[in-house]
């Protein structure tokens, strides 16, 4: 087994990692914010966003926005000036929309795909 995943790794297909709960270590806020983006300009947005060390996810999406990002922030101060003078003064975003997490109810990163197949086998 440890070969296989060895192989995996190597070709960028597993990624093994360690997942803190950010508000269990220090870190007092953690957002969601809907990010809008003028037309044109989702790939240069996304590479900006993907550059600022507070986020932990970012995907661009079909919707009401353009991209979703998750970012960790020390306390509110810090997220303001992220959010005020980083994220808003990227070329190309338009508007943001912030969504303050208050306590994380899940937080996996295994898929469950055995889980869903046997579900749906079930039904």
């Given amino acids: ?12 297909i597993l990624q093994v990692v ?10 007092d806020l953690m957002a969601m ?5 003028r037309p044109g300009s989702l790939d240069g947005v996304c590479a900006a966003i ?3 060390p507070e ?14 990002v998750e970012v960790i922030c020390r306390d509110s101060a810090h997220f303001g000036e992220l959010l005020t003078r980083r994220l808003h ?6 508007g943001a929309e912030s969504f303050l997490i208050l306590e994380m109810h899940k937080m996996a990163y295994g898929w ?3 889980e869903v197949a046997a ?3 079930t039904a």
């Fill in 1 to 12: 087994m440890r070969y296989r995943a060895q192989r995996l790794e190597r070709a960028g």
């Fill in 18 to 27: 360690g997942i803190a709960d950010p508000l269990k270590i220090g870190f």
């Fill in 33 to 37: 914010i809907g990010v809008k983006v």
């Fill in 50 to 52: 993907v550059a600022l």
């Fill in 55 to 68: 986020t932990s996810y970012v995907a661009s999406v079909a919707g009401g926005y353009d991209v979703l």
């Fill in 89 to 94: 003064t990227i070329d190309g975003v338009t």
């Fill in 112 to 114: 469950g795909v055995g």
């Fill in 119 to 121: 579900a749906e086998a």
